[in-house]
């Protein structure tokens, strides 16, 4: 019998390993294969009778069959017995130890006689790489002829100092990944322990609140630098921003003319007339459909913005070894980086959510059929596209959804109120004044 056992054969792996032990059967191995398979001096009765007798029904004739298969087994055991069991051949010596010893433990198993074999060349990788300077002054001193086989202490002993070079370096390379991974994995706990919490807690309005004061604090550190003058303070850019994300059409022109006026006094005015607006619009919806909306929000953005920073730590984490070349530590570089992503993320997880909760309207539509069961609360999203969930009221249906309607004439739009804006062509100037296209400002929420 001769097999050849490859990935080409895989799914007839331990079918190929359970016959190796039969006399005369060649079985060559690309590698170490065949774990959780016993190698059976004579074959294995279990897998031949399974082989060879197939479906054949219960009976006389398979009884026959069966303790004729078991006594050919039993004859061909004590006939390799004989012959000094199973020979493990092998052609070169793998990096790690521990797989040649899998490979000589194929060998006298539970008692049975067997011997192992290998071969190497001083080409070989192993030895051309890890192997001694000296392999070479070694074997002049013990005057061997070129082609010839080498057995000698020497040998093995350069041989097993190899193999431990290999399997320290092995064994680094595995610390330093495992390094890399535990920043990963730290930031992981962080965002999960965060969900955790956004979906056991019965109401996320002070995590929301938080989130809102954390954008204006970002916005006007952004647009009013500190102990910078009035004249050199970014205007425009802190209007947009307030439209952009809190969804307000502020006099900010008319604060920052006022005498005396102060960072503290432009971010206390914001707060106020931002906290007025979801105060408002929480009263309109109701406690119950609020917390809906605002957990599906949080949780689905968390989500979305959680698989962007995976996706970017593995890039980050593919490239950052070049800064070995300019004298850096690449560990250290990829802390700081995934750090500042991390922060990052977590930036704009509050304007993401502070801009689509300050959008975010209630219509009631009229139910045409009977009304669904209360959706899970978790389970539920808010459609990314068109801001719609399933979400029902009871005989009149409630609908999220983003603030669009109709087409309406560019004079009869309130720049205050979305809902008189209609629809707005994506290149076109938002209605709101902040001088930015549709698809830069409320379109990017839309």
């Known amino acids: 019998d001769f097999e050849v056992l490859n990935a080409r054969h895989h799914e007839r792996e331990a079918a190929i390993v359970a016959q190796a032990g039969k006399p005369g059967a060649i079985t060559i191995a690309t590698n170490m294969a065949g ?68 490979l000589r433990g194929r060998s006298g198993r539970q008692g049975d006689p067997g011997r192992s074999k290998f071969f190497l060349s001083l080409q070989d990788d192993l030895m051309r790489i890890f192997g001694s300077e000296r392999m070479d002054g070694m074997l002049q001193k013990l005057g061997l002829k070129e082609d010839e086989a080498i057995i000698h202490p ?26 890399y991974d535990d920043v990963s994995n730290d930031q992981r706990k962080v965002v999960f322990e965060q969900r955790l919490e956004l979906m056991d807690g019965e109401g996320l309005s002070e995590t929301i609140a938080e989130m809102r004061e954390g954008v204006i604090e970002e916005i006007v550190a952004k647009a009013i630098p500190e102990n910078a003058y009035a004249e050199q303070w970014n205007v425009a850019g802190l209007k947009a921003e307030v439209a952009e994300f809190l969804n307000l059409d502020l006099p900010v022109e008319d604060w920052v003319k006022e005498e005396g006026i102060a960072e503290d006094d432009i971010r206390e005015r914001i707060s106020q007339a931002a906290e007025t607006a979801a105060k408002e619009r929480a009263e309109r919806f109701g406690p119950d459909v609020m917390a809906y909306v605002e957990r599906s929000v949080v949780l689905q953005t968390l989500d979305h913005l959680w698989r962007e920073h995976i996706v970017n730590l593995d890039h ?16 250290q570089e990829y802390k700081g980086e995934a750090f500042e992503l991390f922060q990052a993320m977590l930036g704009n997880l509050r304007q993401a959510v502070t801009a689509q909760l300050m959008r975010v309207e209630l219509v009631r539509q009229a139910a045409e059929a009977p009304p669904p069961e209360a959706p899970d609360m978790f389970g539920s999203h808010l459609d990314g596209t068109t801001g719609e969930d399933d979400f029902d009221g009871g005989e009149t249906g409630l609908l999220v959804r983003q603030e669009t309607h109709a087409t309406v004439a560019p004079e009869n739009r309130d720049p205050q109120n979305p809902a008189t804006w209609g629809k707005v062509g994506r290149n076109e100037a938002c209605p709101c004044g902040s001088g930015k296209k549709y698809k830069h400002c409320h379109g990017a929420f839309a």
């Open 154 to 179: 020497w040998i093995n002993k350069a041989l097993e100092k190899a193999q431990k070079k290999v399997e320290a370096r092995n064994f680094d390379i595995r610390k330093n990944l495992l390094k």
């Open 35 to 102: 774990r959780g398979t016993d190698i059976q001096l004579g074959g294995n009765a279990d897998m031949r009778i399974a082989e060879e007798l197939g479906d054949m029904p219960a009976g006389p004739e398979r009884d026959a069959r069966e303790k004729a298969i078991r006594d050919d087994v039993a004859r061909l055991k004590e006939k390799a017995l004989a012959a000094g069991g199973l020979y493990v051949l092998a052609t070169e010596r793998h990096e790690s130890r521990r797989i040649d010893n899998q």
């Open 316 to 331: 980050l984490r593919s490239v950052v070894g070049f800064r070995g070349y300019a004298q850096r530590d690449p560990l």
